[in-house]
């Protein structure tokens, strides 16, 4: 490894979460699982000051030209091409709540995880209407696997994610929290129970909230959230064609996109500009043209359209379909930051939430380049 060159961090990034990484010391940073809820089968890694997942668990990663060697202590470590050494990289390391429990023994870890580097994420009902056949389910969802597999809880209750919320920023710093839910039955798909979360861990610490749930069939729901001090809102397309919508998601699919489009701008209203994000993930069958054609009528009402590589996870009916290519993922990132720069709504004024993180594209890794 004498050699030692140098990719731009954009490109570096594509690369990685297209590809994967192997890693000479699979336990490096703290632990990552196989399959479940949020970025599962990644790693985070910090690169040139961006925190990114990097899937280490997929097939692809197993056969993937990058390498990144054993850390030091401190978590950090190089990260090579086919014998050429790129660059340094860190493992954020092992968050220190994670050796805490509630007073009734369930263990920290299991109410809400670290994702990239600081911010605390947690799916606050573990089980979803749309979950229970696979004639409805999401293809790409492993939200039941965590469940399964005994890493979490089924309904994570208001005070339990307040005590966990405190504890993880005053012993890791962490700087915003995510809150998703699995969709339960009722109109309110999910922001009932999302806004009485974050009631309690606002009167237990001063943390900024991202909620994330399906479309609610009355609008007033925007204002209770918002009243209950949530401070972004997230409500994803994940595929934004009927033809693909329907085969990737055929439950979710019949909430449509008019309905989605209609729930954005009333979100806009209640929590401003840049404040309501989506979702989109490439890769799995929208073309470069329809993405970047929703994204556009998404700016224009004031939404953050957060495109993301599509990455497999193990156990899901989509775990051995392919990661988009890096120039596909080039192809859509470049120009929508541009947009999204043009238009005033970049990654950096997101309160809390996906968008701001970053960690799951090089969106803002693009937008930083066009802002230096």
Not at 270 to 276: D, E, L, M, N, P
């Amino acid at each position: 490894m004498e050699n030692t060159t140098r990719l731009p961090t954009e490109v570096l990034i594509n690369e990685l979460q297209s590809y994967g990484a192997r890693l000479v010391d699979p336990k490096a940073g703290h632990e990552s699982r196989r399959g479940g809820a949020g970025p599962s089968d990644h790693k985070a890694l910090t690169i040139d000051g961006m925190t990114v997942m990097v899937p280490v668990h997929t097939a692809p990663a197993f056969e993937s030209p990058y390498l990144v060697e054993k850390p030091d202590d401190m978590g950090r470590s190089r990260i090579s091409r086919d014998g050429t050494v790129l660059g340094e990289v860190s493992f954020p390391l092992r968050p220190r709540f994670y050796e805490r429990s509630t007073a009734d023994g369930i263990p920290y870890s299991q109410i809400a995880v670290l994702h990239g580097k600081d911010v605390l994420a947690t799916t606050v009902l573990q089980t979803c209407i749309r979950y229970q056949s696979r004639t409805k389910t999401c293809q790409f969802c492993a939200i039941g696997q965590s469940l399964a597999a005994g890493r979490t809880i089924a309904h994570k209750t208001p005070e339990q994610l307040a005590e966990v919320a405190k504890a993880a920023v005053e012993l890791d710093g962490v700087k915003h929290m995510v809150m998703t839910t699995g969709t339960p039955k009722g109109d309110d798909r999910g922001a009932a129970i999302l806004a009485d979360s974050a009631r309690a861990i606002k009167a237990a610490v001063n943390i900024p909230i991202q909620a994330q749930c399906e479309p609610p069939e009355d609008d007033i729901w925007f204002t209770r959230m918002k009243e209950a001090r949530v401070d972004a809102l997230g409500m994803h397309l994940e595929a934004v064609t009927p033809e693909v919508r329907a085969r990737i998601m055929p439950g979710k699919a019949q909430v449509s996109i008019a309905k989605y489009m209609a729930s954005f701008k009333a979100a806009v209203e209640v929590f401003g500009r840049g404040q309501v994000s989506t979702y989109i993930l490439a890769g799995l069958g929208d073309s470069r043209e329809a993405i970047l054609d929703i994204c556009e009528k998404l700016v224009a009402l004031g939404v953050y359209p957060f495109v993301v590589p599509f990455v497999p996870i193990s156990g899901t009916p989509l775990e051995s379909h392919q990661a988009p290519r890096p120039d596909f993922m080039h192809s859509i990132l470049g120009p929508l930051s541009r947009m999204l720069v043009a238009s005033g709504l970049k990654a950096v004024d997101i309160k809390a939430g996906c968008g701001k993180c970053g960690a799951c594209s090089a969106l803002s890794t693009y937008e930083r380049m066009l802002t230096k």
